[in-house]
């Protein structure tokens, strides 16, 4: 069995219970054999510097008060690894200490065992670290240190590249466990606790023959291994814990370089159980859709049957051909509320049919404006229709959809008398089709929001319907490969508009038309 290896320390302090509870502490720390030698001042200490690997000097002794003999102290042996104790939680004093050339600063109210040998191995290797970059040349250690910053970004990378390549952290995990011995350990212990969605894992990696060894030291909660607790947003997710072959010591710029995986690897943990709150998501939409095109369609359609089937019974009696009448339009009502739930979950999923085909898109839109023409000599609103012939390859169901809602839309928000502009020109290789109105416009906190699904503007009187129609605009107009925008039209109203992309021969002929008439007019 390897040998624990001996670590000589000094301890400044002239309080003998101080010193006994020290001697105590080192006696039970794990990972070494701790030689441990008292003086009661400074001055007494500053002969056996050399002759220890470790100094802890308690303040308020009676030759030196705070740091103030620091420098005298530390000329006999600069840079020793010293490890200030106090009974003060005073930061300026850590910073002071820090500055002067001490390695650590410590509470005496927070000694335990476990943090004592830690501080001690720690404040050991920083100070070899910085005598082995002070003995290269001003070169090598430029070159020492381009080495290792390059080591640690390479890793870093790599570490990136790992937990972006899937969503599934349980995939990503032990991938992420066996890079971490490439250069920081022989042995890793991922954990993820229970959280939404993702169930509690332990993932192992070890190096050679000597990952075993460190292994037990990870599962033994060594004070050699280094644990990193995986953070977001205030609670932990999960830890990772890493061990070194014969209990050696990560020194400061891994820890960071450990710590910094971690919180990447926080990161995949939650945006796995995101992911797999989408999934359910999705399953929950997709279990509702199957309902709603199943178990509430094929009710519809009695309903309309048994509609049908009322009316020969009802000729002749006005209360009653009313009252078949409103069932009727209640039915239309529902169907088309199903319908657009449906084109909602079709969009969702990429999975909206776009039937395209030669037409003319001004018929297709004096079409839809014929169809609300009622509706808008109801209010006594002027429909207006500017346009040029203009030949694409459309849905034409589906673009009459977009109008029939566009229009709709501003028919709700148009004032009795008002105006309602149709347009439909050319613009390059599309065709631009705007709907304006002369209605209170659409505040400009709001526009960002008018094609969210279920939106409706809540600081105007309550309208029929569910938010629905310009979700659904803006997802047959994007399957068709064009744009759609709403903005406030100068001194009018809402102005909605939308492209449709124009088939290449199309602006070809557009475009030599426009040359024909230049020609002609010079």
């Not at 992420?176 to 490439?182: D, E, I, N, Q, S």
């Not at 929950?284 to 309309?304: G, K, Q, T, Y």
Request: proline share 5%; aromatic share 4%.
């Amino acid at each position: 069995m390897k040998k624990a290896p001996l670590i000589r320390v000094l301890l400044v302090e002239d309080d003998p219970a101080e010193a006994r509870l020290i001697k105590a502490l080192l006696r039970e720390a794990p990972g070494a054999d701790y030689q441990l030698k008292v003086t009661h001042s400074l001055a007494k200490s500053e002969p056996l510097l050399n002759e220890h690997d470790v100094v802890l000097v308690a303040l308020s002794r009676p030759d030196a008060t705070g740091l103030d003999a620091f420098e005298r102290f530390l000329a006999v042996r600069p840079r020793a690894p010293v490890i200030i104790l106090s009974d003060h939680n005073d930061d300026s004093l850590a910073v002071q200490a820090a500055k002067a050339g001490a390695q650590d600063y410590l509470l005496k109210s927070d000694l335990a065992s476990p943090l004592l040998a830690r501080a001690i191995r720690y404040a050991i290797e920083r100070v070899r670290a910085e005598e082995n970059i002070r003995s290269l040349s001003v070169a090598q250690a430029a070159q020492a240190r381009s080495a290792e910053a390059t080591r640690r970004a390479d890793l870093l990378a790599d570490a990136g590249a790992i937990l972006a390549s899937s969503l599934d952290f349980e995939e990503t995990a032990p991938q992420l466990a066996k890079l971490m011995l490439r250069d920081l350990a022989d042995a890793c212990v991922i954990e993820v606790e229970d959280t939404a969605g993702i169930r509690p894992r332990t993932f192992e990696s070890t190096k050679g023959d000597s990952g075993q060894a460190a292994l037990d030291l990870v599962k033994a909660g060594a004070p050699c291994t280094t644990l990193v607790p995986l953070v977001l947003r205030g609670h932990r997710v999960g830890t990772m814990c890493l061990a070194k072959a014969g209990g050696a010591l990560h020194n400061y710029d891994e820890i960071f370089l450990i710590e910094e995986i971690g919180r990447r690897a926080a990161l995949a943990i939650e945006s796995a159980r995101l992911f797999k709150d989408a999934q359910s998501a999705v399953r929950a939409r997709e279990e509702m859709m199957a309902i709603l095109s199943h178990d509430l369609r094929n009710p519809l359609n009695v309903f309309a049957l048994t509609l049908r089937a009322l009316q020969p019974a009802v000729l002749g009696d006005p209360r009653r051909i009313e009252t078949l009448a409103r069932a009727d339009r209640a039915y239309k009502r529902m169907k088309g509320l199903l319908e657009d739930l449906l084109d909602v979950s079709r969009i969702d999923e990429g999975s909206l049919r776009i039937d395209l085909a030669n037409a003319d898109l001004a018929t297709t839109i004096a079409e839809a404006i014929e169809l609300q023409s009622p509706v808008a000599a109801e209010k006594g609103i002027v429909l207006e229709f500017l346009a040029d012939p203009i030949h694409a390859r459309f849905d034409r169901e589906r673009v009459s959809q977009v109008l029939t809602n566009l229009l709709g839309n501003a028919l709700k928000f148009t004032p009795s008398g008002g105006r309602v502009q149709v347009e439909c020109r050319p613009r390059g290789n599309q065709a631009l089709v705007t709907v304006t109105d002369n209605g209170p416009g659409i505040p400009e906190e709001h526009i960002g929001h008018v094609f969210d699904r279920f939106w409706q503007n809540e600081t105007q009187e309550r309208r029929s319907g569910i938010g629905l129609g310009l979700t659904i605009a803006k997802g047959i107009v994007e399957a068709h490969g064009g744009n759609i925008k709403a903005l406030n039209a100068p001194g009018q109203g809402a102005c909605f508009e939308f492209t449709l992309p124009l088939p290449r021969e199309a602006s070809f002929a557009r475009h030599m038309s426009s040359q024909a008439a230049s020609s002609t007019a010079q």
